[in-house]
């Protein structure tokens, strides 16, 4: 005999390294939405929502050629147009190109802008790893004083810290095209002398981008990295002091950082002080960076404008809604009808229908099921559905003119005019409310 199953197609699943968001999970979206929000108007940013989709050449002049997300990780595609296009990795450099594009340079400097949205990265998935994860992102474009980069990273602190859990600064200068020259020629004469030594994937960075071998988190790398000279003390005079001038904001603002001289960033177009967010006060993890971001003062210049110095960060929102769970930070609960209504018999049905129309319009959240035909499967619904009153149109109160008001809890009954039905709903609501 023929399987059941026989014929039947084959459910469509997530594509590897995609999420679904679902309604369990709405809140800690909303709320990081709504934090975003909070932070963005009290610090002056305007929100700028740009195509998930851009000419490919944008990201690859931008990141860079011999980084990790434009050699590997870059969801790259050719329409039907026969144009080269891609999903924005990251979101810096199609603020610019819009920032560009839309003569922001004419505005009042400096420009603030924050952003919240999917970027698309073909990485290998893993936990707190995906290939579309959301960003939220800051950035403060035509200005070039440390006491920015400060805020900025004010700004990231404070972000966390606001949902309810600590993070430590990672920060570092990664100087500028003047001085890092000189730091890079160094450093690969240092790791030349140890490159055997180096994991495969650091030997091939030492002959694309040295500096990135200090990004490296393989096991055998780590203390040959250790013993690596250091950017700091490569820098010149004018690198020297922006960085000392930030060190000391961060100081007067007391914000917890530590330097992290490896903190080079995996996108190229940084200089100056570059910074992670890490989560946890003081050791945190590479893998799972809450954030990321630092000084651009070449890009605008770059992508075909004036030079213009510029400096933001973006957050990880996966990462740090995880972080929120894992503070067990209270966040309010998706909302909850108040009331149910429920009906029986046709006419009821459609008083009802009209009836949920007028209670919603008069602020009250209501449940209903007003396919269901049975008043038992409709009151279990209610009671599951956790209200308070339930107001019930039956076949009687159709013909007396009235409604019913069933209180959940003890199962008393009450009849009542059915015009009175809202006061009475917002009465009864009230009541409650203020008792509690
Ligand atoms: P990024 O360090 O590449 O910087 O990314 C920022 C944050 O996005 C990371 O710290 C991490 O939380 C999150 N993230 C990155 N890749 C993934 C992934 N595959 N899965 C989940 N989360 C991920 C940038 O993108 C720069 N545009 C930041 C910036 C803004 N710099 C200046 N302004």
């Given at each position: 005999?023929?399987?059941?199953?026989?014929?039947?197609?084959?459910?469509?699943?997530?594509?590897?390294?995609?999420?679904?968001?679902?309604?369990?999970?709405?809140?800690?979206w909303?709320?990081?939405?709504?934090?975003?929000?909070?932070?963005?108007n009290?610090?002056?940013?305007?929100?700028?929502?740009?195509?998930?989709?851009?000419?490919?050449?944008l990201?690859?002049?931008?990141?860079?050629?011999?980084?990790d997300?434009?050699?590997?990780?870059?969801?790259?595609?050719?329409?039907?147009?026969?144009?080269?296009?891609?999903?924005?990795?990251?979101?810096?450099a199609s603020?610019?190109?819009?920032?560009?594009?839309?003569?922001?340079?004419?505005?009042?400097?400096?420009?603030?802008?924050?952003?919240?949205?999917?970027?698309?990265r073909?990485d290998?998935?893993?936990?707190?790893?995906?290939?579309?994860?959301?960003?939220?992102?800051?950035e403060?474009?035509g200005?070039?004083?440390?006491?920015?980069?400060?805020?900025?990273?004010?700004?990231?602190?404070?972000?966390?810290?606001?949902?309810?859990?600590?993070?430590?600064?990672q920060?570092?200068?990664?100087?500028?095209?003047d001085?890092?020259?000189?730091?890079?020629?160094?450093?690969?004469?240092?790791?030349?002398r140890?490159?055997?030594?180096?994991?495969?994937?650091?030997?091939?960075r030492?002959?694309?981008?040295?500096?990135?071998?200090l990004?490296s988190k393989?096991?055998?790398?780590?203390?040959?990295?250790a013993?690596?000279?250091?950017?700091?003390?490569?820098?010149?005079?004018?690198?020297?002091?922006?960085?000392?001038?930030?060190?000391?904001?961060?100081?007067?603002?007391?914000?917890?950082?530590?330097l992290?001289?490896?903190?080079?960033?995996?996108?190229?177009?940084y200089n100056?002080t570059?910074?992670?967010?890490?989560?946890?006060?003081?050791e945190?993890?590479?893998?799972s960076?809450?954030?990321?971001?630092?000084?651009?003062?070449?890009?605008?210049?770059?992508?075909?404008?004036?030079?213009?110095?510029?400096?933001?960060?973006a957050?990880?929102?996966?990462?740090?809604?995880?972080?929120?769970?894992?503070?067990?930070?209270?966040v309010?609960?998706?909302?909850?009808?108040?009331?149910?209504?429920?009906?029986?018999?046709?006419?009821?049905?459609?008083?009802?229908?009209?009836?949920?129309?007028?209670?919603?319009?008069?602020?009250?959240?209501?449940?209903?099921?007003?396919?269901k035909a049975?008043?038992?499967?409709?009151?279990?619904?209610?009671?599951?559905s956790?209200?308070?009153?339930?107001?019930?149109?039956?076949?009687?109160?159709?013909?007396?003119?009235?409604i019913?008001?069933?209180?959940?809890?003890?199962?008393?009954?009450?009849?009542?005019?059915?015009?009175?039905a809202?006061?009475?709903a917002k009465?009864?609501?009230a009541?409650?409310?203020?008792?509690?």
């Amino acid at each position: 005999m023929a399987k059941k199953t026989e014929g039947k197609k084959k459910p469509f699943q997530l594509i590897k390294g995609m999420k679904d968001i679902l309604p369990a999970d709405a809140r800690y979206w909303h709320y990081v939405n709504e934090l975003t929000e909070k932070f963005a108007n009290t610090y002056g940013f305007g929100k700028i929502e740009t195509p998930i989709v851009e000419n490919i050449d944008l990201f690859v002049r931008s990141i860079g050629q011999a980084t990790d997300i434009v050699e590997k990780e870059m969801y790259a595609f050719t329409d039907q147009g026969g144009d080269r296009l891609g999903l924005r990795p990251e979101n810096t450099a199609s603020v610019i190109r819009a920032y560009l594009e839309h003569g922001m340079q004419t505005l009042p400097q400096p420009v603030k802008l924050f952003y919240f949205g999917p970027m698309f990265r073909h990485d290998k998935p893993q936990a707190g790893r995906y290939r579309q994860f959301f960003q939220v992102g800051f950035e403060v474009i035509g200005e070039a004083e440390p006491i920015v980069d400060a805020q900025i990273i004010l700004i990231a602190y404070k972000f966390c810290q606001a949902a309810g859990f600590n993070c430590t600064i990672q920060v570092n200068s990664i100087g500028c095209p003047d001085c890092r020259p000189n730091y890079e020629s160094e450093l690969k004469d240092y790791f030349k002398r140890v490159k055997n030594k180096l994991s495969e994937i650091s030997q091939i960075r030492f002959i694309k981008n040295v500096l990135r071998i200090l990004d490296s988190k393989e096991e055998q790398d780590l203390p040959l990295i250790a013993g690596a000279p250091q950017q700091i003390d490569f820098l010149c005079e004018d690198c020297k002091n922006h960085f000392i001038q930030v060190l000391e904001y961060l100081d007067e603002l007391e914000i917890p950082y530590a330097l992290n001289p490896n903190i080079v960033r995996g996108l190229d177009y940084y200089n100056r002080t570059t910074f992670e967010i890490w989560a946890g006060e003081e050791e945190g993890s590479r893998q799972s960076a809450l954030g990321g971001g630092g000084r651009y003062d070449g890009l605008v210049e770059l992508l075909g404008g004036q030079a213009t110095p510029a400096v933001g960060f973006a957050l990880g929102v996966e990462r740090f809604i995880n972080q929120i769970k894992e503070a067990d930070h209270k966040v309010p609960e998706n909302p909850k009808p108040e009331i149910f209504l429920a009906q029986l018999g046709m006419e009821a049905r459609k008083k009802a229908l009209k009836l949920f129309e007028e209670l919603t319009k008069a602020g009250i959240r209501v449940a209903e099921n007003l396919s269901k035909a049975g008043l038992k499967s409709q009151l279990e619904m209610a009671d599951r559905s956790g209200v308070q009153f339930t107001l019930i149109i039956g076949q009687k109160e159709i013909v007396d003119g009235t409604i019913m008001i069933r209180d959940m809890e003890n199962g008393i009954q009450e009849v009542v005019d059915f015009e009175k039905a809202i006061i009475e709903a917002k009465k009864r609501l009230a009541k409650n409310i203020v008792s509690e």
